[in-house]
């Protein structure tokens, strides 16, 4: 590698982290950390006091930064989650060459189309694989995780436990920056989609079945009323809220799936959404929400 790609690189870092992200290397040509893991640490320096693993050890110090990449030409990582970032990966198909693939960018462009909202006007890069990342600063008091098809297909975020690449180069390509000098803050549309559903208030553990289910009854009337009545710009997310809200009670048994998507698709059409909009919100906020509470009700 040559001086200038090698100083391209310290430049990428040092330029991240005058924005407040958190950077740590990978290793050169590839987007795989270069810290040591947990099996081969040997308890000194950063990790005297127990590992610290790359999220932690991820930095903004300048001095810090140059330190590590005179040491070998380093990609360049940023650690979402303590930079405060939630970045938007939208990625392509895996197989290319499908003219008529979707890729995560038409799937997400179609998503804020449903929910009224323009796409957002915010820093994104070009990945390696002709995708890109959007760029967002994460909402005080709410620690975001990464998520994997939550959105819609091809669409995954980073946030806490997660990072992107920037500025570095692979053999599929390189990351670079495409518009946007500035990460806008998370729309709150696409908060609401990425919040982990909030927790019904659980009954006490002596409760009779037919106490959750009468509770569950209840869920369902109010859920299926806040998607009836939602307004133009958030029926979309309402509907996903729902969906995801009531799908503990389908994975519980309280509810049959078939009632919860039967009551929401009419609410859902009720409020103004198409009968396909309905079912391919409902089925993905239905299969996340039964698959994360298999045991919630065992751990209550």
Excluded at 40 to 49: F, K, P, R, V
Excluded at 118 to 131: E, F, H, I, K, M
Excluded at 149 to 158: A, F, K, N, Q, S
Aim: aromatic share 6%; net charge neutral.
């Amino acid at each position: 590698m040559t001086h200038d790609a090698r100083s391209a690189l310290l430049r990428a870092a040092l330029d991240a982290a005058s924005r407040g992200w958190h950077v740590f290397p990978l290793r050169p040509g590839t987007k795989r950390p270069a810290l040591h893991g947990e099996q081969a640490c040997a308890g000194i320096g950063e990790c005297a006091s127990g590992h610290r693993k790359w999220e932690q050890r991820a930095t903004t110090d300048p001095d810090c930064i140059r330190a590590a990449w005179s040491r070998a030409p380093f990609n360049v990582g940023i650690a979402t989650g303590p930079s405060g970032l939630v970045v938007v990966d939208l990625d392509m198909p895996k197989d290319k060459g499908s003219s008529d693939a979707p890729n995560g960018e038409a799937t997400f462009r179609a998503l804020c189309e449903r929910a009224g909202q323009q796409v957002p006007d915010t820093y994104r890069t070009r990945t390696a694989s002709g995708g890109e990342h959007l760029y967002f600063t994460a909402p005080d008091g709410i620690r975001l995780a990464n998520t994997a098809g939550t959105i819609g297909e091809l669409v995954d975020t980073r946030a806490w436990g997660g990072y992107v690449v920037a500025g570095s180069h692979t053999p599929a390509g390189a990351y670079e920056a495409l518009c946007g000098s500035v990460a806008a803050p998370l729309p709150v549309w696409l908060q609401s989609i990425l919040e982990p559903a909030p927790r019904a208030p659980q009954a006490p553990s002596v409760a009779v079945a037919g106490q959750s289910r009468r509770y569950a009854d209840v869920a369902l009337d109010n859920e299926t009323y806040n998607v009836a009545t939602a307004q133009l710009g958030e029926r979309e997310r309402k509907l996903f809220v729902a969906a995801r809200a009531l799908g503990r009670f389908v994975a519980w048994g309280d509810l049959p799936r078939s009632v919860v998507e039967q009551a929401l698709q009419e609410a859902g059409e009720a409020a103004g959404l198409t009968v396909a909009e309905c079912r391919s919100t409902l089925r993905s906020a239905l299969n996340w929400s039964i698959t994360h509470n298999q045991g919630r009700r065992q751990a209550a």
